[in-house]
């Protein structure tokens, strides 16, 4: 199968004919789907499917257990109408590449595994990368069972009803210890590939990221009967916050958003009783992210106050600097020199991986292929396919030149 066709039929999986996104959510129909493609493809090549116990997905060429694995791929959920690429694109190029090192002959010394990482965007129970969490025990399965989706249907529910046993969750060293080194290839979610020229780069390090909860509660009541000056109005103390996340940010030259609201009971006619705000920041370096978010809670206190509004803000999840092992990333510059001739781009990202979670017990590396609008998280996110198959080319050459070392 070639990279297009492989593209071709994933496109159809989760696309919402309204938006043209994709609502591929953890454990859902679109889920599924995904999983079943990935299992066809790994059992149409031979290779041996696996499925551990976190609901990651795995297709072996060579023994496991024989360790010092090169391990390669992504993940296929989205965002809420995310686009085709985040994931996707380091999946798909995955096979193609296995694919490419087989009309090459390439002999493999090393075990070869492709990887499908679960629930890695966290759109529906508010954590990211949960699959590779799990396995690397930075999410215990008591945390996890903890986690409850926007319809109050919980982890363990949403696991049982699609057919996984939400029991067996939780760390997984031993698979992690058969892998000598993991490359994710991913689509840019920026400009800086098109700003160079460059069809690919390599990832130098993962911004400190987080997501906090901010509850506002006030009092609900009639919008047409309440004096202003009787209100405790949740909504004016959360818009304020929102301007001074903003103004924050552009201080530390940081980013801070604020894209997921729930209003209750949100009534046209009502004044909210509650506004919970989810708060996403990220900096280049801890200490502004630290400020980013202090400054933030500060000014949303001190609103709260002011419109007689309680206010909670609870950390729901935090990632620290990621930094990746310069051996790898530099023999994956000199690979793929080797082959151009050319330097190739390494660049920091903002945006949340599996491989930065792996990081902390794996070597990792990543890969990135242009995207000349920069857009991801979104319908309209994209790249050339001429720019995919070089990602495709450029993956199978650092493939091949580790399962031979
Ligand atoms: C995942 O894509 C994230 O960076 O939030
Ligand atoms: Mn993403
Ligand atoms: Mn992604």
Redesign the pocket.
């Known amino acids: 199968m070639t990279f297009h066709s492989m593209w071709v039929e994933l496109l159809r999986i989760g696309r919402s004919s309204t938006s043209g996104g994709y609502r591929r959510f953890a454990w859902t129909g679109a889920d599924a789907e995904c999983r079943a493609w990935f299992e066809d493809q790994a059992r149409a090549r031979g290779l041996t499917y696996e499925l551990d116990r976190n609901g990651n997905q795995w297709a072996w060429l060579g023994d496991p257990a024989q360790g010092d694995a090169v391990v390669t791929g992504s993940h296929l959920d989205s ?1 809420p109408d995310g686009g085709a690429f ?1 994931g996707p694109l380091g999946v798909v190029s995955s096979f193609a590449a296995f694919d490419e090192l087989r009309a090459r002959r390439v002999e493999f010394t090393r075990p070869l595994a492709l990887v499908n990482f679960g629930d ?2 966290g759109a529906r129970f508010g954590l ?1 990368c949960v699959g590779s969490r799990l396995a690397a025990g930075e999410l215990t399965a008591e945390q996890a069972h903890r986690l409850t989706d926007g319809d109050g249907i919980t982890l363990p529910q949403a696991m049982e009803r699609a057919g996984y046993d939400p029991d067996a969750i939780g760390p997984d060293p031993e698979r992690l210890s058969r892998i000598g080194a993991f490359v994710e290839l991913h689509v840019e979610q920026g400009r800086a590939l098109d700003l160079t020229g460059d069809q690919v780069g390599i990832a130098s390090a993962i911004w400190p ?1 987080g997501r906090w909860r901010f509850d506002f509660r006030g009092e609900a009541n009639h919008a047409g009967t309440t004096r202003l000056v009787d209100r405790r109005d949740p909504m004016l103390s959360y818009a304020e916050t929102v301007l001074a996340a903003r103004r924050e940010a552009r201080l530390a030259g940081a980013v801070a958003t604020f894209g997921k609201i729930a209003v209750e009971p949100n009534g046209v006619n009502a004044i909210p009783s509650l506004v919970r705000g989810w708060l ?1 920041s990220r900096a280049p370096d801890q200490t502004s992210l630290d400020t980013v978010v202090t400054g933030i809670e500060k000014a949303a206190r001190e609103y709260a106050q002011a419109h007689g509004v309680e206010l909670d803000v609870v950390r729901e999840s935090f990632t620290p600097l990621i930094e990746f092992e310069h051996a790898l990333r530099d023999e994956l510059a000199r690979i793929l020199g080797k082959e151009t001739g050319l330097t190739v781009p390494v660049l920091g990202t903002g ?3 599996d491989a930065g979670i792996l990081s902390a017990t794996v070597p990792t590396a990543m890969l990135f292929v242009r995207n000349p609008t920069g857009i991801s ?1 979104s319908p309209a996110e994209y790249a050339a396919e001429d720019d995919c198959v070089a990602g495709v080319t450029a993956l199978a050459d650092v493939l091949e030149g580790l399962v031979r070392r």
Request: aromatic share 0%; no cysteine.
């Open positions: 965002v985040d890695e965007e990211a990221h996403d945006a949340g991986h998280h």
